[in-house]
């Protein structure tokens, strides 16, 4: 069945960075296209960015020129990497694709950004 496993999750003070991973299975990874979402306390889930399967990146926003996404196929695994980080950043982060017809998201991984 499809999984998706996100990790580097943490606290970090405002300033430093962290770089989360989302390892996929069951999926034919190279072809899918990902998205990495987050989710704050009272806060609708949203789009971060995401990463097609040919490699073009899109960013909301209010985390262009901070946040990479990238991904390596040969892993099966899609990466964010978040500098410059703001208290405004924390969330639960969530990897999501979309296979059958259907999107599948990762249980999250927890980024706690202080002040």
């Known amino acids: 069945q499809v999984q998706l496993v996100e990790s580097g999750g943490g606290l970090v003070q405002a300033g430093g960075s962290l770089r989360l991973s989302c390892a996929a299975s069951g999926i034919v990874f190279s072809i899918v296209g990902m998205g990495w979402h987050r989710q704050a306390p009272g806060k609708q889930r949203e789009l971060v960015a995401s990463i097609t399967s040919g490699g073009s990146t899109n960013y909301v926003d209010s985390v262009k020129g901070r946040f990479t996404i990238s991904r390596d196929n040969a892993k099966n695994t899609v990466y964010l990497q978040m500098n410059s980080l703001k208290p405004e950043d924390t969330a639960v982060y969530y990897c999501?694709?979309?296979?059958?017809?259907?999107?599948?998201w990762g249980q999250g991984t927890q980024v706690t950004v202080s002040s």
């Open positions: 999501r694709t979309r296979w059958g017809a259907r999107d599948y």
